[in-house]
């Protein structure tokens, strides 16, 4: 062993759940560390350029999501990195955040930094000592050699799972078949005529997806782009999709693409892994062809950036005390342990071949994140944030996305420094209390002041307590 590191709230992974967890675990007196293995933050949306982020609001409109996340997009805003939330014009949520990832790179630093965290970069966590239900360390590797990492309580927010996956946790995967959505390998394209992309819309509405706001672009921005179905059909690409989705972007003549998609393969399979990398990268090149070829306003464009790696929809979703399902999230069920909430529908990319399944909230509402299903079982001082929580494949395909993955982690760290506050179990921390600081630091949960102490704004919770 080359070394060792003793803080009070290890925080591993340095996504949109990581940082926001380090950040708030800071914030609420805990010696913090963030531990990511990139040399650079910010997760899929920096290295798999996932772009824009969705949805701080309800289908109606109302904002779900605020805190340390809605925190970064003022900052953003402010840098004129972000022109904050605007309507999508694809018409599939009711807002999507634009934002440019250097600048988010260095604003995430920044805010850690302010928050007094010790950040470490270029750094992967190997291996877990765990016994007993109780993680004693964690193995980290860098160009340094080996550390040896030692706090009260963990938050895994590496995506996949990790941390509690090697902690023995128990956790579940896909399907019923264990197949999970696939993979894309996500591109930038500049030179961009919008202006004729606009006018083609414009002209041909039947092209796109039936809920696009074509009828309002003349006084909407055009943020996103669903459809030239016809385009997409006759070229007879080898891509598994049904048409073209793309987002505007940072830049005026700039485009994100979201098309390429690789299914089948196994993202914690480090085999399945390099041939998704491969065939992404080659996708790519066919895209990018394709686009010039035969789409209007593409003919002078030319890909500017491809994902650093290709972006992974789903991998292992841990067991907590609670799974959120699909019921609750379509219900839009409300829990006397919230502790985030997400307006985002249930948007599952086919596992096995074409088609996106799309199911909406009732009432264009919003649900709630319960406590509970950031708790593994089974491990005692550890706890999840982001993509890996305890849901089903139906509620982690809304679970996942970046927004929910920010209020997530804002949770996770809050809940952390409390453990360490208390000298507790992350089961046994006091969920009033928790909401309570979360509402203090801006959060949305939908109650006023804690669920004991306040007043619900909307629905009945369930007091069930496992
Ligand atoms: C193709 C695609 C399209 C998407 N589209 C959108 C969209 O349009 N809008 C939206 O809001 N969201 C979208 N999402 C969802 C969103 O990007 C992710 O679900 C979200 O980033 C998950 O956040 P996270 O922090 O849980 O995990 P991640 O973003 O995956 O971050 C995990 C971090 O942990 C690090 N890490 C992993 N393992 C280790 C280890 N062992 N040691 C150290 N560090 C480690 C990783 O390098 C990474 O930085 C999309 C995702 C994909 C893949």
């Known amino acids: 062993m080359n070394s060792q590191k003793q ?9 949109p759940a990581g940082i926001a967890a380090a950040i708030s675990a800071a914030r609420g007196g805990a010696k913090t560390i963030l531990v990511e293995r990139y040399g650079f933050l910010g997760g899929m949306s920096t290295a798999a350029l996932v772009y824009p982020w969705m949805t701080f609001h309800s289908a109606a409109g109302e904002q779900v999501i605020r805190g340390i996340a809605q925190e970064i997009v003022d900052r953003l805003m402010a840098l004129q990195a972000s022109p904050g939330h605007l309507r999508d014009t694809v018409g599939f949520v009711h807002t999507l955040t634009p934002y440019n990832p250097e600048v988010y790179k260095v604003l995430a630093c920044d805010m850690l930094h302010e928050a007094g965290v010790e950040v470490l970069l270029h750094t992967s966590v190997i291996s ?27 938050v895994d927010a590496t995506g996949d799972g990790d941390i509690a996956c090697l902690a023995g946790a128990p956790w579940e995967q896909g399907n019923d078949g264990h197949k999970v959505q696939p993979m894309t390998m996500k591109f930038r394209m500049r030179g961009v005529d919008l202006a004729k992309v606009k006018q083609y819309m414009q002209a041909n509405p039947a092209e796109f997806y039936e809920k696009s706001l074509v009828n309002e672009l003349d006084r909407l921005p055009l943020t996103g782009v669903m459809g030239f179905y016809s385009h997409w059909k006759a070229a007879n690409l080898p891509i598994e999709r049904e048409g073209l989705l793309f987002f505007t972007g940072p830049h005026e003549d700039e485009v994100l693409i979201n098309v390429s998609r690789i299914s089948g393969l196994d993202p914690t399979l480090a085999e399945d892994l390099t041939k998704a990398e491969i065939e992404g990268r080659k996708q790519v090149l066919l895209l990018e062809a394709f686009f010039r070829q035969h789409i209007p306003g593409f003919e002078q464009a030319s890909v500017s950036a491809v994902g650093t790696q290709i972006g992974v929809r789903e991998t292992r979703r841990i067991l907590g005390r609670y799974v959120l399902s699909g019921e609750d999230v379509l219900g839009g069920r409300r829990f006397d342990d919230v502790i985030a909430r997400s307006g ?11 088609g996106v399944t799309a199911n909406f909230i009732r009432e264009g509402g919003a649900y709630d994140i319960p406590y509970r299903s950031i708790v593994p079982r089974q491990v005692d001082n550890l706890l999840l944030a982001g993509r890996c929580i305890s849901t089903t494949h139906e509620a982690q395909a809304t679970t996942r996305l970046t927004p929910s993955c920010m209020a997530i982690g804002q949770a996770a760290g809050a809940a952390a420094a409390l453990a360490v506050r208390y000298e507790c179990a992350a089961a046994d921390v006091p969920v009033l209390e928790l909401q309570q600081r979360l509402l203090k630091a801006g959060a949305e ?10 007043e619900r704004l909307m629905g009945r919770g369930d007091r069930k307590r496992e």
Not at 344 to 354: F, L
């Open 128 to 154: 877990v000592n765990a016994t007993e239900g109780c993680i004693k360390s964690v193995l980290l590797h860098n160009k340094s050699g080996l550390v040896e990492l030692k706090a009260h309580t963990y």
């Open 344 to 354: 985002y529908p249930i948007d599952i990319h086919n596992p096995e071949g074409k």
């Open 7 to 15: 803080v009070e709230v290890a925080v591993l992974g340095g996504g």
């Open 445 to 454: 949960l939908g109650i006023r002041d804690g669920i004991d102490g306040g």
